[in-house]
């Protein structure tokens, strides 16, 4: 056989492509093998966070599935800085080094995003009122839809926004309500906190509960 | 004098024709240095790049495009204490004028969509005109539509609110106005007429357009302005002001370059910006600017390039 010198040089770069989609395919794989093992200094996160993602509705343990991935990684890095605290994510983050938060978060990030539910509960008032905020805000108390930032059907908009379509209402209620109490301090340009000072306890809840199923 | 150009003449050398022809060339030179100076004085000028960037230009001097709204007559005793509201969305009306109503927000809110061939860049109308034209001090289509028609001397001549629709084309869309009487003239119309229901015609209503802003302390300034929009704006905008994009369409929208307002637009005026920006942005948390960041910031937008006036071809 004869082997050219643009064969060889065929090879090489092949054998490099492969390399480096094997080593991005690695990033993703070290990360499932952290969500379901921990890392041996903290828990595992599907533990809290379920096999597939999907979190814990009614502890409040947040949706991971399919999340923007560099929402996922300022989130680790905040728990470790202390910027956002949590007496459970703290020590679980601060265990995890820099490459092992993108590999974590690449990991979630590839997992199949919320998807509609086909047979959902019929909307209520609460839910009608959610609605309206998530998309067309409340602006007689200057307040802009969820949709507007977090993209037309909620799934969020790289880098810096979240998705939150389908995100269990437990976990949205108590991120809006730590925004107003200042518990939870890491948001942009304080964005999150001008929102949720203008939403009223009902708001709250209706909002929650219609993110958790957004139509 | 007279003795050596008679010298001059008898040596061939110089001859009277030669005064006639120097004087109508320095006034032929002259008229073309003048006339187009001229016709750039009428028009709306625009912020000079190098200006800003090498002097900062005291506000009060700035040339300023007009919107028009200045030349509208106030009335002091009829203008109302309380904001206008407009009817709520749910009660938007049936039957076939209800449907062009929708129609008229639905370009207004989904322009990219619903006016596919007449726009030239990636902006809805939604962008500045907040919750879909219903925002006070966002300049809501509501106050707007009780305006007109009205002498503007942005084109010299009294407007129709159509007039005013078919400017938004042109100049903030960089597009192609439409017919006078088509489907996307009436249906906007009707969506303003419908969110206008019950305010008193021909009165200037608190929240139109922007609240009307002091000159800054300093003169606006682009490396300033900067900084503020790099602390601000870039979240939404992008560091690059090319706004933010979501399955092919504008989620943020650009602030200037090639799919953002011509230099015809309102909003390229620094002024305009400033009050706009004070009063709206960063979305959500509008007057958390200073005075002097919102001038600094509309002064560095609208040095940027986009496209060019479309009047001046």
């Known amino acids: 056989m004869n082997f050219s010198h643009h064969t060889s040089v065929e090879i090489i770069l092949t054998l490099l492509v492969a390399g480096q989609a094997s080593l991005s395919h690695a990033d993703a794989q070290a990360g499932a093998a952290i969500a379901k093992n921990g890392t041996g200094a903290g828990s595992a996160c599907m533990q809290c966070h379920g096999a597939n993602g999907e979190g814990q509705a009614a502890a409040g343990f947040p949706r991971l599935a399919g999340q923007n991935r560099d929402y996922l990684v300022k989130q680790l890095t905040d728990f470790k800085a202390k910027l956002r605290t949590n007496p459970l994510m703290g020590p679980i983050a601060s265990a995890l080094s820099t490459t092992q938060m993108k590999d974590v978060a690449d990991y979630y990030a590839g997992l199949p995003a919320w998807k509609p539910e086909l047979n959902a509960a019929p909307s209520t008032a609460q839910t009608a009122r959610g609605a309206q905020l998530a998309h067309q805000g409340n602006w007689d108390e200057g307040m802009p839809a969820c949709f507007t930032c977090h993209g037309e059907s909620g799934a969020g908009i790289a880098p810096h926004f979240p998705s939150i379509a389908g995100q269990n209402s437990v976990y949205i209620a108590n991120q809006l309500k730590n925004w107003q109490t200042g518990a939870r301090l890491n948001d942009p340009q304080g964005l999150m906190k001008a929102v949720a000072d203008k939403l009223s306890a009902e708001d709250i809840s209706a909002v929650s509960a219609y993110l958790e199923n957004p139509k | ?284 948390k509008g007057n958390s600017l200073s005075l002097q960041e919102a001038w600094d910031v509309a002064q560095f937008v609208d040095s940027h390039d986009r496209p060019p006036d479309p009047r001046a071809k």
């Open chain 2, 1 to 284: 004098m007279i003795r050596w150009i008679n010298q001059l003449t008898q040596n061939g050398k110089f001859h009277p024709m030669w005064i006639v022809l120097a004087v109508t060339g320095v006034l032929l030179v002259g008229g073309i240095v003048l006339v187009p100076a001229l016709y750039e004085g009428a028009k709306e000028p625009r912020q000079n790049v190098v200006t800003a960037t090498t002097k900062s230009v005291a506000a009060a001097n700035l040339p300023e495009p007009d919107s028009g709204q200045h030349d509208l007559p106030k009335d002091p005793q009829s203008v109302p204490t309380a904001h206008f509201k407009p009817p709520s969305e749910s009660d938007m009306p049936a039957g076939e004028f209800g449907d062009m109503v929708k129609l008229g927000r639905n370009i207004f809110v989904h322009t990219q969509i619903y006016a596919k061939g007449l726009v030239g860049n990636g902006l809805n109308c939604v962008n500045c005109h907040l919750d879909a034209g219903r925002k006070a001090d966002s300049a809501p289509l509501w106050a707007a539509y009780v305006m007109f028609p009205a002498y503007r001397s942005k084109n010299h001549k009294v407007n129709s609110f159509e007039d005013r629709l078919a400017g938004c084309f042109r100049f903030s869309m960089n597009g192609t106005a439409p017919e006078y009487n088509s489907k996307e003239m009436i249906a906007l119309t009707s969506y303003s007429y419908w969110l206008a229901k019950g305010a008193p015609t021909g009165v200037e209503l608190p929240g139109r357009g922007f609240p009307k802003l002091e000159n800054p302390p300093l003169p606006p300034d682009v490396q300033r302005g900067a900084a503020v929009f790099k602390a601000n704006c870039a979240i939404c905008h992008g560091t690059g002001g090319l706004g933010t994009k979501v399955n092919g369409q504008y989620a943020f929208p650009p602030l200037w370059g090639k799919d953002s307002y011509n230099a015809g637009a309102g909003m390229h005026s620094v002024k305009n910006a400033a009050a706009f920006i004070k009063a709206n942005m960063p979305l959500g």
